[in-house]
């Protein structure tokens, strides 16, 4: 364990090196405000600019995450519009992150290309397990994307780009250390010449945490290890050839629920989980040619063990392998992107057999070909056209489709517009799952279908310097999957597809306010009215889905950036969620209080090449919950020292 006592001792043997190479100097940190004109790799099949994308857009560069010194992305997705996390105690435990009122798998996760949603959490992203340390930027895209990316991409595609060296070699590292036992340190670096480069990184997190349930006092603890390695080559003047290894090691100790009383319950319960990341690529474009043609093949691995007093109860696992072969063909300004892809996901279930036989081995197959337009109608008008065609191994054939555009009205004003349609086929765990007198899947779910649309505007004031974006949104989803039915022939919940449509709809508004070369603010508010249908006929609210979200932050530094300071305050509504009481009695919706989230980091700069920070969170100390009867962090501080150089 990595402990706060170690910290001075780690600092002090960074100094002497940090100090020896202050005169390499480091960029200064990057503007408040979004540079539009940059390009992201989310959007579209090729590289579009995020101001031609009609879809709603946010980018979160090295920068911030710096200012901040957040540890996990979900620290960063908070101040997003649209989105909100839901997490069942301190680090390391179960998060959920559900946008503009979907569900958390309608939430696509790709780490440098490589689909991340995992089989065995529902399809879900394993958002516990996602540090910043290696990061360089976070592409989000919200709206539909399924017409790009395939099944789960209904309500936004989060693209995680690591850290990699394509210039003069570099080292960064980080130590910290403070509250709860809290020890966290990082390291990355890399090298490269024209043709070639190298890069690698690993990170350490481990806390003794606290006790996440209301009563008792065993604390829950976790650590978390992720380690990356990418290179690239360039073999000739026409072919570039990439690859990218990731693997994640993390260890959790959670409550379980207690049947007696229907709330989480001290117990010795811990979740071990090993994940790994691999992809390959190859580009080639000849000079003088229309044409650049694309390779790759990735892979994704989770395993999973679940211990109760030291010995295992339950595991599972999955593996996803996909290929794809893809053809960029430019037309003057325009641009066609076509691709041919396969994916084979398997799952696999091993547990003991009480009343029933939990162990079994599944897979599916899912072949697709993809055409994504790239349109230049004007000066002021950009236009998308996508479409993607799934044949699908275990469902019927489907098509997905997306129309966006994007019109500059005036010189500070800019028109956005998006519809598209969305699928997410029914989980391996809804259709095949068992746990013993809990749950049986149902092998006959359908997919869930969408149809969703936003609308948007984008204006700049005081020439330049205040930048605000309104979008409205909606989304129609048939054939919801409610995964919580009461069988009364086995007297186990199961999964069912739900008659009528869930929908979905709101607006956000975001704003960015430069006052001076030393300070800005910026501002985030989003309302979300999510309804699914009831046994009566009527609706009802969907669950952890809080109707307003807000975030403010303000950013202040010297004229010299020797000292900077990131105040945030991330704002989560009032929501509902269900509390199943001991049986027979039937279960309860409870609502949860809504809570101030207050962030303090101040950092100082030794040297050009050595930082020191503080950083605090929940600094308000609010009791809250975001999940029912599981207790949240109450405030905490870190200290630590970074430092970076060249070589």
Same mark, same amino acid.
């Given at each position: 364990?990595?402990?706060?006592?170690?910290?001075?001792?780690?600092?002090?043997?960074?100094?002497?090196?940090?100090?020896?190479?202050?005169?390499?100097?480091?960029?200064?940190?990057?503007?408040?405000?979004?540079?539009?004109?940059?390009?992201?790799?989310?959007?579209?099949?090729?590289?579009?600019?995020?101001?031609?994308?009609?879809?709603?857009?946010?980018?979160?560069?090295?920068?911030?995450?710096?200012?901040?010194?957040?540890?996990?992305?979900?620290?960063?997705?908070?101040?997003?519009?649209?989105?909100?996390?839901?997490?069942?105690?301190?680090?390391?435990?179960?998060?959920?992150?559900?946008?503009?009122?979907?569900?958390?798998?309608?939430?696509?996760?790709?780490?440098?290309?490589?689909?991340?949603?995992?089989?065995?959490?529902?399809?879900? %992203?394993?958002?516990?397990?996602?540090?910043t340390g290696n990061i360089e930027r976070i592409e989000i895209?919200?709206?539909?994307?399924?017409?790009?990316?395939?099944?789960?991409?209904?309500?936004?595609?989060?693209?995680?780009?690591?850290?990699?060296?394509?210039?003069?070699?570099?080292?960064?590292?980080?130590?910290?250390?403070?509250?709860?036992?809290?020890?966290?340190?990082?390291?990355?670096?890399?090298?490269?010449?024209?043709?070639?480069?190298?890069?690698?990184?690993?990170?350490?997190?481990?806390?003794?945490?606290?006790?996440?349930?209301?009563?008792?006092?065993?604390?829950?603890?976790?650590?978390?290890?992720?380690?990356?390695?990418?290179?690239?080559?360039?073999?000739?003047?026409?072919?570039?050839?990439?690859?990218?290894?990731?693997?994640?090691?993390?260890?959790?100790?959670?409550?379980?629920?207690?049947?007696?009383?229907?709330?989480?319950?001290?117990?010795?319960?811990?979740?071990?989980?090993?994940?790994?990341?691999?992809?390959?690529?190859?580009?080639?474009?000849?000079?003088?040619?229309?044409?650049?043609?694309?390779?790759?093949?990735?892979?994704?691995?989770?395993?999973?063990?679940?211990?109760?007093?030291?010995?295992?109860?339950?595991?599972?696992?999955?593996?996803?392998?996909?290929?794809?072969?893809?053809?960029?063909?430019? %037309?003057?300004?325009?641009?066609?992107?076509?691709?041919?892809?396969?994916?084979?996901?398997?799952?696999?279930?091993?547990?003991?057999?009480?009343?029933?036989?939990?162990?079994?081995?599944?897979?599916?197959?899912?072949?697709?070909?993809?055409?994504?337009?790239?349109?230049?109608?004007?000066?002021?008008?950009?236009?998308?056209?996508?479409?993607?065609?799934?044949?699908?191994?275990?469902?019927?054939?489907?098509?997905?489709?997306?129309?966006?555009?994007?019109?500059?009205?005036?010189?500070?004003?800019?028109?956005?517009?998006?519809?598209?349609?969305?699928?997410?086929?029914?989980?391996?765990?809804?259709?095949?799952?068992?746990?013993?007198?809990?749950?049986?899947?149902?092998?006959?779910?359908?997919?869930?279908?969408?149809?969703?649309?936003?609308?948007?505007?984008?204006?700049?004031?005081?020439?330049?310097?205040?930048?605000?974006?309104?979008?409205?949104?909606?989304?129609?989803?048939?054939?919801?999957?409610?995964?919580?039915?009461?069988?009364?022939?086995?007297?186990?919940?199961?999964?069912?597809?739900?008659?009528?449509?869930?929908?979905?709809?709101?607006?956000?508004?975001?704003?960015?306010?430069?006052?001076?070369?030393?300070?800005?603010?910026?501002?985030?508010?989003?309302?979300?009215?999510?309804?699914?249908?009831?046994?009566?006929?009527?609706?009802?609210?969907?669950?952890?889905?809080?109707?307003?979200?807000?975030?403010?932050?303000?950013?202040?530094?010297?004229?010299?950036?020797r000292l900077r300071a990131t105040l945030t305050a991330d704002?989560?509504?009032?929501?509902?969620?269900?509390?199943?009481?001991?049986?027979?009695?039937?279960?309860?919706?409870?609502?949860?209080?809504?809570?101030?989230?207050?962030?303090?980091?101040?950092?100082?700069?030794?040297?050009?090449?050595?930082?020191?920070?503080?950083?605090?969170?929940?600094?308000?100390?609010?009791?809250?919950?975001?999940?029912?009867?599981?207790?949240?962090?109450?405030?905490?501080?870190?200290?630590?020292?970074?430092?970076?150089?060249?070589?």
């Open positions: 364990m990595f402990n706060f006592r170690c910290m001075p001792a780690f600092c002090w043997t960074l100094l002497p090196f940090a100090s020896a190479l202050a005169d390499s100097g480091i960029d200064s940190a990057a503007d408040t405000v979004p540079d539009f004109d940059q390009i992201i790799v989310t959007g579209a099949l090729a590289p579009i600019q995020l101001n031609q994308l009609g879809s709603a857009s946010t980018v979160i560069n090295r920068g911030e995450i710096e200012r901040r010194q957040a540890r996990y992305v979900t620290d960063l997705l908070r101040s997003v519009p649209g989105f909100s996390v839901s997490q069942s105690g301190g680090a390391g435990s179960q998060t959920q992150v559900r946008v503009r009122g979907a569900e958390a798998n309608h939430v696509l996760v790709l780490i440098d290309g490589v689909r991340a949603n995992d089989p065995t959490s529902g399809d879900e %992203f394993r958002w516990e397990y996602l540090s895209v919200r709206g539909p994307q399924s017409a790009l990316w395939g099944s789960d991409a209904v309500a936004a595609v989060v693209h995680v780009v690591t850290r990699q060296n394509h210039g003069k070699p570099s080292l960064n590292a980080y130590a910290e250390g403070g509250s709860l036992s809290t020890g966290n340190a990082g390291l990355n670096g890399g090298l490269g010449a024209d043709n070639w480069s190298v890069s690698a990184g690993l990170e350490y997190l481990d806390t003794d945490g606290y006790n996440i349930s209301r009563s008792g006092d065993e604390v829950d603890g976790a650590d978390l290890l992720t380690a990356s390695l990418a290179g690239q080559v360039r073999a000739s003047d026409s072919l570039t050839i990439n690859a990218g290894l990731r693997a994640v090691d993390a260890s959790s100790q959670y409550d379980p629920v207690d049947f007696a009383s229907g709330l989480p319950a001290d117990a010795d319960a811990v979740t071990d989980t090993k994940n790994y990341f691999a992809n390959l690529g190859a580009s080639l474009h000849r000079d003088g040619s229309r044409i650049t043609q694309h390779l790759r093949a990735n892979y994704f691995e989770s395993d999973n063990s679940n211990l109760m007093d030291g010995t295992e109860e339950s595991s599972n696992g999955s593996d996803r392998v996909s290929y794809a072969y893809q053809a960029d063909i430019a %037309f003057a300004r325009n641009r066609l992107s076509l691709a041919l892809e396969h994916e084979r996901t398997s799952f696999e279930q091993r547990g003991a057999v009480i009343f029933g036989d939990p162990n079994q081995n599944q897979a599916i197959d899912v072949t697709s070909v993809v055409a994504d337009f790239q349109a230049h109608g004007s000066d002021r008008l950009t236009w998308l056209l996508s479409a993607r065609f799934d044949d699908n191994s275990d469902f019927e054939n489907a098509f997905s489709g997306r129309a966006s555009a994007v019109y500059q009205l005036t010189d500070v004003a800019t028109l956005r517009a998006n519809i598209g349609t969305g699928r997410s086929n029914p989980t391996f765990i809804e259709r095949y799952g068992y746990f013993p007198g809990q749950f049986a899947g149902n092998p006959e779910l359908k997919p869930e279908q969408s149809l969703s649309y936003d609308i948007g505007l984008d204006y700049e004031f005081l020439n330049g310097t205040l930048l605000t974006q309104v979008s409205l949104f909606r989304q129609d989803l048939r054939d919801e999957i409610n995964g919580y039915v009461f069988d009364p022939l086995t007297f186990l919940s199961t999964a069912e597809n739900v008659d009528g449509k869930s929908r979905r709809s709101g607006v956000e508004f975001n704003a960015w306010w430069s006052l001076n070369n030393l300070a800005g603010l910026r501002a985030s508010y989003t309302y979300t009215d999510a309804d699914e249908p009831d046994a009566s006929g009527g609706d009802t609210r969907e669950l952890r889905r809080p109707r307003h979200t807000a975030s403010l932050a303000a950013d202040l530094h010297t004229s010299d950036e704002f989560g509504g009032e929501r509902q969620d269900i509390f199943y009481p001991p049986f027979p009695a039937p279960s309860q919706i409870v609502t949860l209080d809504s809570h101030w989230l207050l962030g303090l980091t101040l950092q100082y700069r030794l040297s050009r090449s050595l930082d020191l920070f503080v950083r605090g969170s929940n600094l308000l100390d609010e009791d809250y919950e975001e999940v029912f009867g599981y207790r949240s962090q109450g405030r905490a501080g870190l200290v630590g020292i970074r430092t970076r150089f060249g070589l």
